[in-house]
Structure formats: structure tokens, C-alpha cells
């Protein structure tokens, strides 16, 4: 079973960029949202063993998908663009993991893989 991915980013070239990044490194499986409240619809808990977000986005931004994810989903790691979101005074409390996106191919090494 391959990795599934939810990538939410408003740039449509951001999540080419990232979706080439995640294909380097095998994964294949791959949903996209185009904003925040996009990102909220599609994610329900189990289908996605990656989140991947960006901070500034329409609608509902990184820290409201992270805030929203987490409500329904303790476990699913959340990787967010984090060089904006440690301006958010008390972020660093939140229990979600951060690279600073587009997610280099070897740091997307590290995304859990199903056996």
C-alpha cells in the first residue's frame, strides 16, 4: 500500500513542485487542495497518512487547517511551511512537525510508509 498525501496549497506551481518532490522519493498517491477550506474538505480521518500545508492561503489558513486536522486526527503527522507559522507566538507548543516547504526530497524520505 503506498503512502496518501493531502498537499494544500493555494500555488498551483508549489504543489507541482511538491508533488514532484514526493513522486522522487516514491510516493504516488497524492490528493491536492487548492486552499484551506479545500484541505478541511477532503481530509477525513484514516484517508491520509501525510498532511503537507502551506501557511498563507485563502480561506482557512495553515494554522486553522493544522487547528481543524488535529480536532479529528491526534496521530496524522502534519507538515507544515514552518519559517512563517514560528512567527505565531506559542506555535511551537503545537504537536506538529515542520519542514520548511517545498519539502526537499530527503527530508520527504522521512514520511511514514505503509508495509
Known amino acids: 500500500m503506498s503512502t496518501r498525501v493531502l498537499v494544500a496549497d493555494n500555488s498551483s506551481t508549489m504543489r507541482k513542485i511538491i508533488l514532484r ?44 487547517v493544522i487547528q481543524s486536522i488535529r480536532a479529528r486526527d491526534a496521530n496524522v503527522p502534519i507538515i ?19 519542514f520548511r516547504l517545498p519539502c526537499q526530497a530527503i527530508h520527504c524520505r522521512h514520511a511514514p510508509r505503509k508495509a
Not at 80 to 98: E, L
Open 21 to 64: 518532490s514526493l513522486s522522487a522519493v516514491g510516493v504516488s498517491s497524492a490528493v491536492e487542495a487548492a486552499d484551506g477550506d479545500e484541505a478541511i474538505k477532503l481530509f477525513n480521518p484514516g484517508d491520509f497518512d501525510l498532511v503537507l500545508t502551506d501557511w498563507n492561503m485563502p480561506g482557512k489558513n495553515g494554522l486553522e
Open 80 to 98: 507544515h511551511d514552518h519559517y512563517r507559522s514560528r512567527k505565531v507566538a506559542g506555535f511551537g507548543s503545537d504537536p506538529s512537525r515542520g
